[in-house]
């Protein structure tokens, strides 16, 4: 896969991140118009858009009611679940419950957690991701009906158990993911200058060979998760989170990304479909790596895609 030229970040000089690329192609991606967008699809790669906010959750919660409608007890299958975006969540309870699926033999996989004080955050933490899919999910469903808890497989600082799950014959039918602002799906971000990536970022296939693991947040991460979740506090929000990694990713059959618009912003979300639809594969944009995906499909709130032209407020 082609890469691209790369600069100085303009956000810390200790990272990699988007800044770094050539700027021909950050100008090309500002560009797009919302019809551009939705032109990008090629084999392999699907744009689509929704024209609101309540069909582009239903959606979304449709993808896994599509999953563990696949499932049986002698060949289980299942999603693999961000926490940004949450709203669909909600919504897959409620079609469960009201279509009375029995999702006994249905998996579940997290994304992502918090890593604070060297062991993953405690489901008691109002910020925990486990306590939210719980909440927002598990917890809703028909007690009689659900999967038990041994189907759902969050990450933790052990991360063993986790990765074992991967292999332990169950198909993931789809990974879910929202898009930061870094341009990452779960909390693979770009990588810190350091050690061998000091004056160089590492390949995509190097990128692609890190599993579920401990990482260090991008500072652009850090500060995105405290404007969502936090109220803006900075010093609220972990440096360190848990995370999926691209070799349980390309484990998946498909990769679904979607975006409302309420995470990254009009530039982020037009410049990872460019890169994906065009192969250019580079670790500097992380969510760029799904190029190399056979399946992955990007969803859009059409009244979230927003312009790149400058407006002074």
Known sequence: MKTSAHRPSSISPDWWDYTCLSGDLIDEAARL??????????????????????????????????????????????????????????????????????????????????????????????????????AMLFDRLDKKRRMPDAHLHF?????????????????????????GDVKHWAFNDPLPRRGKYKNVPPSAAEYRKLATRVVELHPLTIAQNARTSGGGNIALVPTQAITVGPVETWKAEKV??????????????????????????????????????????????????????????
């Open 256 to 313: 679904s990304i979607w975006q409302a618009g309420a995470h990254d912003n009009p530039f982020g979300q037009r410049l990872t479909a460019l890169m994906i639809s065009r192969g250019i594969a580079d670790a500097c944009v992380p969510m760029s790596l799904l190029a190399e995906h056979p399946n992955v499909q990007f969803n859009y709130y059409r009244g979230g895609l927003g312009t790149c032209a400058v407006e002074m407020h």
């Open 33 to 134: 118009t919302p019809r551009d967008l939705a032109r990008l699809s090629r084999p392999g790669f699907r744009v689509v858009m929704y024209d609101t906010l309540a069909d582009f959750y239903l959606a979304e919660a449709l993808e896994y009611v599509d999953a563990w409608r696949q499932s049986t007890d002698d060949n289980p299958a299942g999603i693999c679940g961000p926490i940004g975006p949450t709203e669909q969540l909600p919504l897959v309870a409620r079609l469960v419950n009201e279509l009375g699926l029995d999702v006994r033999s249905g998996h579940f996989w997290g994304m992502d957690e918090w890593f604070l004080d060297g062991a993953e955050m405690p489901v008691t933490h109002p910020l925990s991701f486990e306590r939210c899919d719980r």
């Open 155 to 179: 990450p933790k600082a052990d991360t063993r158990p986790y990765r074992a799950s991967w292999d332990a014959g169950v198909r993931c039918v789809v990974m879910q993911g929202g898009q």
